[in-house]
C-alpha cells in the first residue's frame, strides 16, 4: 500500500491555501512504548502503545502559502536550507497534501522541548503541522484522521494530536486506514513526569533504524507484542483507579523490555551510557528506601521520572536540576 | 521427582569409602547460556547449553572418610563452620551418596579461579567433588553418570565434567535421568579467553533467584529457548569450521540476550554496573576499529572477552590487566 493512495482516499478536495495561526501539539512520552513496524512506508506498528501528552512542552507551527517551487522551512527562528534532513522530511509530508496541487508553503516551526531531555521532537513536530494544514487548506477533518495522517510523518505523531493520556490502536488493516490514537477520558491531578538529562549527543543509530534492526535479528522480540498488550491492560486499569504504583512499575518494565529488545539485537544496540545505569541504580535506591519514583526511556540514554506531586520536593533533593511536567496541571 | 529417588536408580551399591587423591574439574563459561530451571529441586534446564572449560582453572577437592556424625569442609586451607551455607550446601550433595550409611567425610576443596574475575566456583567445586566421591566409594560410573550427578549439586556442574567443548543436552524426561553434557570432540588451538575484572562485591541477586525471578515475571523470557537453541546450532557450526567470527558474536548476542531477559523481568535484574557497560563500549569501539573481540557475560558484571590468540598482544595493550586462558593450549 501507497502512503499517497491511502491519503487521497481520506482527503477531500483542498479549498485554496491560506495563512494559518499557530498551531500547537504537545511532546508526549508513552508509558507502553511503540517498538516496531510492521509497515515502514504508513508507519504501522506490530504493538498498540500508550502515552501521555506533556502540557505545554511541544511544537508550534504555523503555514503560509507561498509563491514558487520551493517550500520555505523555519525552525526555531532560523532558515533552513532545502537540503537539509529536516526540510526535506517536512516537505515530504507536506507532498502528502498537495497531490494536484503544486503549492509551496512557508512552514514556521518553534519547539519549546528544553533540549537534551531526549525528547523528540518528531511527534509533536508532525502532530502541529498536520493541524496547521488541516486549517490551511479546510479541509474540516476529524481528530481521528489527523491522527492517522501525522502518523505518516512519525509513528508516535498520531499521539500528539491530543492531550491528557492517548493510546493508539494498532489496528489490523493493511492500508493503514485503522491505525490511529484516541484519548483517554481520565485525568490524573497529581501525576508528574520529570526529566532527567543524561546525555545531549546526537543518537548513533536514530528510532527508525532501530526498530528495523530489533524486528530482524532480536528473536526476544517475538514475545514483545505480548508484553506491550500485558501492559496496555495494566495501564488502562492503573488509569482508570489512579493506582501510581500499577502505573510506574508497568511503564517501567515496558520501557526496559523494549531496551532488552534492543539490547538483544546484532549489532547489539544499546542506547544506555554508564550514567544512565547509575540513574537507574539511584532510582532502585531511593525507591528501596521507601520513595515510589519510576522511570522510563526512550531510544536513547534519558531516563524521564514518573513520580506524585506530593513527592515533588523529596524527588528535586534528590535530582536538583529536574525539570518537572505535569500533564494534568496541579 | 525427588533426587534422592534419581540417584538411588544411578547408584551401584557404594563400597566401604575411602581416602582420595586429588580430583580436578575446570571452570567452564558457556558461550550458549544455561538461564532458566524447568525443575528447580532437580536442575532441570529450559533450554541446552554450550560451554568451554577453563583448563587449569578450577577445582581440586579430595575427599576422606571420618568417624564421627559431621563432616569436615576445608576450603582453600581453612575449616569452615558446619553452619556456613558452604558447608551445608556440600553437605546435602553428599547426602545423595550416603542414603544407606552415615558415614561423614572430610572434605578438602581448593579453587586457582582468580577472585573476582566473576567466575563462578560452584560448577568446578560440585563436578570435582563428584568425581572425588565416585573414587573414594569405588561407584565405577561413567562420565554421563558422573556429569547428571554433579549437576543435581549446580546445574552448570554438569558441564565442568569434561575439557574442551561440552553441551549440556536438557533431555526430557521428569525424571532428569537424560539431562547431562558431553565433550564435542573438537579442539580449537588459539582460541583465548581473557577475564575483566569489574566488581568483586556480592551479587545482590544470587543466580538461582534470578532464574526463577526472570522465568516467573519475564514475557520476553518465552522467546528465550528460540534463542538458545538457534545459537547452539551456530555454534556447533563455528566450531567445526572453526569460524571465529560466527564463534564471538553468537556468544555476544546470547550473553547479551540472556542478560536481556533479566532487564525485562520485574523487579529489574540488572547486573550491569556502568564500568560494565563501559567496557562494552570500548570492545564495540575496537571492533569497528577492526580487531575482532567479543564478549561474553554471566549472572553479573564482569566481562569475559573472546579473542584469537594471534591478537593477545593488541588486546592486552587495551586491557593490560587482563588474564588470558587457553582452553586448547597455545
Given at each position: ?13 483542498p ?8 498551531h ?8 507502553c ?8 512506508e ?24 507561498i ?9 526555531n527562528?532560523l ?22 496541487s ?9 519547539n519549546?522541548?528544553?533540549?537534551a531531555?531526549?525528547?523528540?521532537s ?15 487548506l ?22 500528539s ?36 538529562k ?7 543509530v ?7 534492526r ?9 514475545s ?19 493506582d ?20 538483544a ?18 532510582i532502585w ?5 521507601g ?40
Amino acid at each position: 500500500m501507497d502512503k499517497f493512495e491511502l491519503v487521497n482516499r481520506v482527503l477531500p478536495q483542498p479549498q485554496a491555501a491560506e495563512a494559518t495561526d499557530e498551531h500547537f501539539a504537545p511532546s508526549n512520552i508513552a508509558l507502553c512504548k511503540y517498538w516496531g513496524k510492521r509497515d515502514s512506508e504508513l508507519n504501522l506498528p506490530i504493538n498498540p502503545s500508550l502515552s501521555v501528552s506533556l502540557a505545554h512542552l511541544g511544537t508550534r507551527t504555523r503555514v503560509e502559502p507561498i509563491e514558487g517551487p520551493a517550500d520555505d522551512v523555519w525552525l526555531n527562528g532560523l532558515q533552513l536550507r532545502a537540503d537539509t534532513l529536516f526540510a526535506k522530511r517536512l516537505s515530504g509530508f507536506i507532498d502528502l497534501f498537495r497531490q494536484t496541487s503544486h503549492q509551496a508553503f512557508r512552514i514556521e516551526t518553534r519547539n519549546n522541548i528544553p533540549t537534551a531531555a531526549g525528547l523528540a521532537s518528531s511527534a509533536s513536530g508532525f502532530a502541529a503541522l498536520t493541524l496547521a494544514l488541516n486549517d490551511s487548506l479546510k479541509l474540516g477533518l476529524e481528530s481521528s484522521a489527523l491522527s492517522m495522517l501525522a502518523r505518516l510523518g512519525s509513528g508516535s505523531a498520531c499521539r500528539s494530536i491530543y492531550e491528557g493520556f492517548v493510546e493508539w490502536h494498532m489496528g489490523h488493516r493493511d492500508d493503514g486506514a485503522d491505525s490511529h490514537a484516541h484519548p483517554i477520558d481520565r485525568r490524573w491531578e497529581g501525576l508528574a513526569i520529570g526529566l532527567i538529562k543524561v546525555d545531549e549527543g546526537v543518537k548513533s543509530v536514530d528510532s527508525r533504524s532501530g526498530m528495523a534492526r530489533t524486528v530482524e535479528s532480536c528473536h526476544l522480540y517475538q514475545s514483545w507484542p505480548l508484553q506491550a498488550n500485558t501492559d496496555l491492560m495494566k495501564l488502562h486499569q492503573a488509569i482508570e483507579s489512579q493506582d501510581f504504583t500499577l502505573l510506574g512499575s508497568t511503564a517501567e518494565q515496558n520501557a526496559l523490555s523494549m531496551h532488552a529488545t534492543m539490547i538483544a539485537s546484532w549489532p547489539p544496540l544499546v542506547y544506555w551510557q554508564p550514567d544512565s545505569l547509575a540513574a537507574m541504580q539511584k532510582i532502585w535506591a531511593l525507591r528501596q528506601q521507601g520513595l515510589e519514583i519510576y522511570f522510563t526511556m526512550d531510544a536513547g540514554p534519558n531516563l524521564k521520572l514518573l513520580f506524585q506531586q506530593q513527592d515533588a520536593t523529596e524527588v528535586l533533593a534528590h535530582f536538583p536540576d529536574l525539570e518537572i511536567v505535569l500533564p494534568f496541571g496541579s
